[in-house]
């Protein structure tokens, strides 16, 4: 399988990620829309490469006890070859029961990216609600399937009991965290 480096995105990136964007979406984000979401304290961009080519990006929010995921995308030529399994590989890799403690990762997706729904169900993402009224790509108002990544519950409960010795109170004290 073809190992795509993702490091940070930086501003140079910029050219090769407005073109897949382009390529990705019927309302694309311009420039403007990436600076001002990158500028938030909490906003992150990453990107994918391969033959020192950018061949795939992903914008997400660092919250308290999730990551959210904004926007993805793969060049058009690049689909299907695995890009889009290393960046959501990257922020799954991200979540934690220790340490951050963030376990969840989300996003909200338009009702008609039927594609992007069934991919994003492969990865592991669960339809979890609706939020109505979510404005899409092209500028008109739909709704949008929030979708979400948890780490699995019975992973957590073993996790959980290796790290906090053998002290039942502790242990319960932990849960009750999880669960907040
Ligand atoms: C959705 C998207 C990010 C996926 O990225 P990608 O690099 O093409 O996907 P990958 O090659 O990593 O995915 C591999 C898996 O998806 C499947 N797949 C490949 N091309 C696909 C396609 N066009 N549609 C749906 N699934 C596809 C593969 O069979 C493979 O499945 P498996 O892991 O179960 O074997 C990409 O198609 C894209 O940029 N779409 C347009 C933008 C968009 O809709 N973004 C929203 C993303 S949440």
Known sequence: MTH???????RRDMTEILQIEAQSFANPWDEEEFVKILRQRNCIG?????????????????HKFHIE????????????????????????????????RRTMLRCRISEYNDAAIRW??????????????????????????????RLDDREADRVIESIVSADGKAIHVRREEREE
Do not use: P
């Open 4 to 10: 795509y480096h993702v490091r940070w995105m930086i």
């Open 69 to 100: 995921f904004l926007n993805l995308a793969v060049a058009a030529d690049m689909r299907g070859r695995g890009v889009g399994r290393a960046l959501i590989g990257r922020l799954i890799g991200k979540l934690s029961l220790q340490g951050n």
């Open 46 to 62: 990453m990107v994918a490469e391969h033959d020192s080519r950018v061949v795939g990006f992903v914008i997400y929010e660092l």
């Open 120 to 149: 994003l169900s492969r990865r592991g993402l669960r339809a979890k609600g609706i939020d109505r009224q979510f404005l899409t790509d092209d500028g008109t108002s739909c709704d949008a399937i929030r979708m979400e990544y």
